[in-house]
T-cell receptor
Framework: DAGVIQSPRHEVTEMGQEVTLRCKPI?????LFWYRQTMMRGLELLIY????????DSGMPEDRFSAKMPNASFSTLKIQPSEPRDSAVYFC????????????????FGNGTRLTVT | GQQLNQSPQSMFIQEGEDVSMNCTSS?????WLWYKQDPGEGPVLLIA?????ELTSNGRLTAQFGITRKDSFLNISASIPSDVGIYFC??????FGAGTRLTVKP
């Protein structure tokens, strides 16, 4: 099991550019989560999917952020246009089925994408 | 919305000391999860708690699910340098506390 795979590991871009972060969840996991981590705000839940369908996107900061999950093995988080305040580490996590409630399933995190917007 | 309050924010301890941290919520949860994050990596699950009053151990780690279902604590006994990191609690809605940053001095 390769775990949750995120790419790229690091991204440096200029303000106004489009940024796309990618995630491959663990095979067989029904839930996929996107988090953002900053010193000021900690780990924030941005959006999560169940069976490729977005369930709760209330954490998405604004319309510049969008996330898709076209199939069970791939998800993207896009920022367009990017701004310096978007600089953070973005984590993807997936969660297995087979528990009494998927809400309660522990998350498996990728190693994150460190985004720097200058 | 619900809010998780995790304390302390940071701890500086000597190797060999015991550590205690806790998490409280304004909402009732059916699950409490404790994670550890090492530098440059994503959080990794340490202990999962599924029942009020449950006390669970994993090596030197012990965690308890509060009887009110609104709190949980994590203890680390006989700390070692590799315990350094950020410890997070999470409730059943997958939102995380602010974390406790642990530093262990050899």
């Amino acid at each position: 099991d390769a775990g949750v795979i995120q790419s790229p590991r690091h991204e440096v871009t200029e303000m106004g550019q489009e940024v796309t972060l990618r995630c491959k969840p663990i095979s067989g996991h029904d839930y996929l989560f996107w988090y953002r981590q900053t010193m000021m705000r900690g780990l924030e839940l941005l959006i999560y999917f169940n069976n490729n369908v977005p369930i709760d996107d209330s954490g998405m900061p604004e319309d510049r952020f969008s996330a898709k999950m076209p199939n069970a093995s791939f998800s993207t988080l896009k920022i367009q246009p990017s701004e310096p305040r978007d600089s953070a580490v973005y984590f993807c996590a997936s969660s297995p089925r087979g528990y009494h409630s998927s809400y309660n399933s522990p998350l498996h995190f990728g190693n994150g994408t460190r985004l720097t917007v200058t | 919305g619900q809010q998780l309050n995790q304390s302390p924010q940071s701890m500086f301890i000597q190797e060999g000391e015991d550590v205690s941290m806790n998490c409280t919520s304004s909402s009732i949860f059916n699950t409490w999860l404790w994670y550890k994050q090492d530098p440059g990596e994503g959080p990794v699950l340490l202990i999962a708690l599924y029942k009020a009053g449950e006390l669970t151990s994993n090596g030197r780690l012990t965690a308890q699910f509060g009887i009110t279902r609104k709190d949980s604590f994590l203890n680390i006994s006989a700390s070692i340098p590799s315990d350094v990191g950020i410890y997070f609690c999470a409730g059943g809605d997958m939102r995380f506390g602010a974390g406790t940053r642990l530093t262990v001095k050899p």
